[in-house]
């Protein structure tokens, strides 16, 4: 570890080394709680790595006798491999010989504890790492754990392409005239159906849905464009518009109607595309909420930002008096450029428009600043200043993580942590003795940072005190829930101490002078977390405000944190199966360690918006479904089923089902309700999923059970319900329901002989014979069956002239002479 090699529990395998002259000799094993894992792999790649750990522990030993490498060459990692030999899977321990095979290269030769051979490789060649590049694989670069969103220009998709939308209705009313702007300009490429009354309206019509719905939405009272409307009202704006969204995507959902019709919802400027300039930030809530409704339902919904209007205030401390008018839309609005952006939702579920140019939000990675020069550390810290730092939520969990870092890290000697209990709150006494000790004078403070009042005197009081040089807003509420089961109660608690706080320190705070003003968002907000709907448009809203205080010439950044390990506060509440979750969907918790330093690389850049998330990329890739968002830093090449574990597909599942009986269908449907719902729960095939056990019995919760419902949708191409698993509560259930879906009525007449057919090709097809005896009864068989479906041809052209024969009272002799006829033997 001291040399750069910093190993997770699992990859600690190495027991013992031993040295023959040249020869390198070690014993490895798996953990214990890592031995179930093990019959998963040909090698599991944790014992395989242990195993190399030998040659590692050599390079070291010689680079510290300077007997070897050079001192501070560094040692030598797996470059590449040749003549590798599988003889045994699932091994947990493994005894292992290492000796070299020429310049930088070795061969190995793995046996299990009873001596029978396991793996052998002709020659691994190594590669020698300097310290520099020890520290690059470190992370210092943040390769895979700092990002941002970029807005790239994607091809126009074709008007007649798979899935283009052919029918068009626009929804709602908009007090800036939004819905009639979008209709006129739709008008020109397609016949578009105007729906002032809503959803309700539409569903009630005697027509078919149309393809695609637009709901506009404007947050324009956010920047005072209504009457009597200002700053101060902001929260509420917030709150009212993602209600009314949030209503429309539950209507959406809870109707078979629109099960054929996708639900866009169309904003102006709730997204800034250059990480610059005004956004809408009601609509920029709303984007967050819809988003998580994106993850839950996949293909329902999607989300079109144009070009805000031209003269749209940019800076966020000002009330503008004139009221823009429709014809203020930039060129957006143009039937052309606004027609092959629609099309461009079906398969991008985030898209601008600006300048007629088509935009798809990708996530792309961030290159950390360099340290200081003259300081050797990074800007943070004299941002900072030497005032006071303002930390909400400072009493726990990141907030008091954050209060450490700055005083041991960046020498901040002033701080006021500020929490809903303030001096009650749970570990203050010894927080804040370590703090002192550090050499930090700290106030702590009971505040309801969602009263404006309240933080108002707040900032006032500390300003009279030392003056305010920072802010770190880290205070937030969590409440899970699926989109179907959020209400305006579960909306408002989670909004409030992020949304409402946020405005409110931000406009207590706008006529000081702040090195710093940071708000912790959430990677729920980005990507849309399912089960965090409510969650994600407060952290939509905070990355907004901090852009239009940028664009305003005020310091602010977001930092869309990816989940933390367990550390108190928010992120205490992440139990080990979401945590073996989040891993497994190729996001695992940053380490505290990790956390503090994406912190001061991120305030350290010139973005509003900075993504610290950790990513697994391989866990990405092998999931088959990657997000579109992630298409820019995850790519997909062609692989087999079998190896990313993906669903069957629907056309696949269709082929497999057709011609078989009831009892067979029931048989291939099970097979992929217990295998999905194992991928789901972790586990590594279905036979553990019981098929008489409830769901719930089995581990499900209201997040797997909407990622198992998105993967049988996958698998099936149906569009099945939320409350699947609830309506069918066992695997049994489900298929049963599946079947009913996907399976015609059982098929009579000539149908059930196709049918039949369709099985037998199948069966004879899986068999080799090497008895004639059964070969000849078989083809007997067959020869009768033909015969009698060639006398249903004849029966209508020979009727009356005695051609008929009763086959089932039929003789040998007639048969036979019925067969030599119809063979044309006679």
């Not at 009768?784 to 041809?793: E, I, N, S, Y």
């Amino acid at each position: 570890a001291g040399a750069g090699f910093g190993y997770g529990p699992v990859f600690r395998g190495l027991r013992a080394v031993w040295r023959r002259g040249e020869e390198l000799f070690a014993e490895v094993a798996l953990p214990d709680d890592a031995d179930d894992d093990a019959a998963r792999f040909g090698v599991h790649p944790a014992l395989l790595d242990a195993s190399l750990h030998a040659v590692l522990l050599a390079a070291l030993q010689s680079d510290g006798e300077g007997d070897g490498a050079a001192r501070g060459a560094g040692p030598a990692v797996p470059f590449s491999w040749e003549g590798v030999s599988l003889f045994a899977a699932g091994a947990s321990v493994l005894r292992v010989r290492l000796a070299p095979v020429g310049e930088g290269a070795v061969s190995v030769t793995a046996v299990d504890p009873a001596g029978a051979p396991v793996i052998a490789v002709d020659a691994l060649h190594t590669r020698t790492l300097s310290n520099d590049e020890l520290k690059t694989a470190d992370g210092s670069t943040f390769q895979d754990s700092l990002f941002h969103v970029d807005w790239t220009a994607i091809p126009a998709a074709h008007p007649t392409a798979s899935g283009a939308p052919t029918s068009m209705a626009v929804l709602g009313t908009d007090p800036l005239d939004f819905a009639e702007d979008l209709a006129d300009a739709l008008a020109g490429s397609w016949d578009v159906v105007r729906e002032p009354a809503g959803l309700t309206a539409l569903a009630a019509s005697a027509k078919p849905v149309p393809d695609l719905v637009l709901v506009p939405v404007s947050g324009a009272s956010t920047a005072g464009r209504e009457a009597g409307a200002g700053p101060s009202e902001v929260p509420g704006v917030v709150r009212e518009r993602t209600l009314q969204v949030l209503e429309q995507l539950q209507q959406w959902l809870a109707d078979d109607r629109f099960a054929a019709s996708r639900l866009v919802f169309v904003t102006r400027g709730a997204v800034a595309v250059d990480d610059k300039g005004s956004t809408d930030l009601a609509a920029s809530a709303v984007w967050g909420l819809v988003r998580s409704a994106q993850s839950e339902n996949p293909g329902c919904f999607g989300l079109l930002d144009v070009d805000p209007p031209t003269d749209q205030n940019t800076d966020a401390h000002r009330t503008p008096s004139s009221t823009p008018t429709a014809a203020a839309s930039t060129d957006s609005t143009t039937s052309s450029g606004l027609a092959a952006a629609l099309r461009a939702t079906a398969d991008e579920p985030q898209v601008a428009l600006r300048a007629g140019t088509v935009l798809a939000a990708r996530l792309a990675r961030t290159t950390a600043p360099e340290p200081s020069a003259d300081t050797g550390s990074s800007t943070t810290g004299q941002a900072l200043g030497h005032g006071t730092v303002l930390i909400t939520g400072g009493t726990g969990g990141l907030g008091a993580q954050i209060a450490r870092h700055l005083v041991d890290e960046h020498g901040v000697r002033n701080l006021l942590l500020v929490s809903r209990r303030g001096p009650a709150a749970p570990g203050v006494g010894e927080l804040v003795a370590a703090l002192e000790a550090l050499g930090a004078e700290v106030v702590v403070r009971a505040c309801d940072v969602g009263e404006g009042a309240a933080v108002a005197a707040l900032v006032a009081d500390a300003s009279r005190e030392r003056p305010l040089s920072a802010v770190v807003h880290a205070a937030g509420v969590l409440d899970d829930g699926v989109i179907g089961s959020l209400s305006a109660d579960r909306l408002g608690v989670v909004l409030r101490p992020k949304v409402d706080a946020a405005w409110h320190l931000h406009e207590a705070t706008r006529g000081l002078d702040l090195g710093a003003f940071v708000v912790f968002s959430s990677v729920a907000g980005t990507f849309g977390s399912p089960g965090q709907g409510n969650y994600a448009a407060a952290n939509a809203f905070l990355d907004a405000l901090m852009v239009q205080r940028r664009a305003a010439g005020l310091p602010g950044v977001s930092l869309a944190w990816g989940p933390w390990e367990r550390s108190g506060g928010m992120t205490g509440t992440l139990s080990d199966a979401e945590a073996e979750r989040l891993a497994r969907s190729g996001m695992p918790p940053l380490t505290v360690e990790q956390g503090l330093a994406l912190y001061d690389a991120a305030t350290a850049g010139d973005r509003a918006v900075a993504v610290p998330v950790q990513l697994d990329l391989a866990a990405l890739r092998g999931r088959g479904d990657v997000p579109a968002l992630l298409r820019g830093v995850v790519r997909t090449p062609a692989r087999r089923a079998a190896a990313t574990g993906a669903a069957p597909s629907a056309d696949g599942l269709a082929r497999q089902l057709a011609g078989l009986g009831g009892a067979e269908q029931d048989e291939v449907l099970l097979t992929l309700v217990r295998g999905q719902a194992a991928m789901v729960l972790g586990h590594a095939d279905g036979a553990v999923i019981g098929t008489g056990r409830q769901f719930q019995e089995l581990g499900f919760d209201s997040l797997t059970a909407v990622e198992f419902r998105n993967r049988l949708n996958a698998a099936t191409g149906l569009r099945l319900p939320a409350t699947l698993l609830f309506d069918h509560p066992t695997p049994v259930d489900v298929v049963r329901h599946l079947r009913g879906q996907l399976c015609a009525d059982e098929a009579t007449g000539t149908g059930s002989v196709l049918a039949a057919l369709d099985h037998l090709e199948t069966v004879i097809a899986g068999l080799a014979l090497d008895d004639s005896g059964e070969h000849q009864l078989v083809a007997g068989r067959l020869e009768v069956l033909k015969a009698k479906w060639a006398q249903l041809r004849q029966a209508d052209a020979s009727a009356g002239d005695g051609a008929d024969i009763d086959l089932d009272d039929a003789s040998d002799d007639a048969m036979f002479a019925l067969l030599d006829d119809e063979l044309g033997l006679n």
